[in-house]
């Protein structure tokens, strides 16, 4: 019996490495200085990343489109809804990756220019044009939580915060 108590503890401590492991590999190194690798993996692969972008949408009852399709059977979402608020998540989500590729590109540029030396014109354009590209991705994300809720009833939406709420 204590001959296995040290087995068992390798053997524990193996499998949690390894898990460790496969949970990091999924990881992009990220080239950017000013995002850590999970912030640039999640830039590129259109992840949700800022979590109070669609804030004044979900107080004011305008839910998320992927919220909405996570309970769409406990919300009885009709075939039309489910269409529409599948594309409304499509296009998101091809929003956030296209925004994120411009974010990314964006701050590499700006820390390129930092890097190097640089006038203040430059520095002016690339941080305003980050602005824009916060701005389009923030606007993205309003507009599909604005489609989602004029998608959805009234007793719909109030049952999905419910079930938001729990969750």
Do not use: W
């Not at 990314?104 to 941080?127: C, H, P, Q, R, W």
């Not at 980050?130 to 809720?149: D, H, K, P, V």
């Amino acid at each position: 019996m204590l001959k296995t108590i040290p087995l068992i503890l390798i053997s524990l401590i193996l499998s949690i490495t390894a898990n460790a492991q496969q949970a990091d590999s999924t990881l992009k190194k990220s080239p950017v200085k000013t995002l850590n690798d999970k912030q640039f993996t999640q830039l590129i692969t259109g992840e949700y990343l800022f979590d109070d972008i669609e804030q004044v949408a979900r107080l004011n009852h305008y839910p998320m489109p992927d919220a909405a399709l996570k309970f769409k059977k406990e919300l009885s979402l009709s075939p039309i809804q489910v269409t529409k608020i599948t594309a409304l998540a499509t296009e998101l989500h091809r929003k956030r990756v296209e925004m994120g590729n411009f974010i990314v590109t964006n701050e590499t540029t700006l820390d390129k220019l930092m890097k190097k030396g640089t006038d203040n014109g430059s520095i002016i354009f690339y941080a305003n044009r980050s602005g824009l590209y916060y701005g389009e991705l923030r606007n993205a994300i309003l507009q599909a939580c604005l489609s989602t809720g004029n998608a959805l009833a009234p007793q719909q939406i109030t049952k999905l915060e419910t079930l938001n709420a729990h969750n």
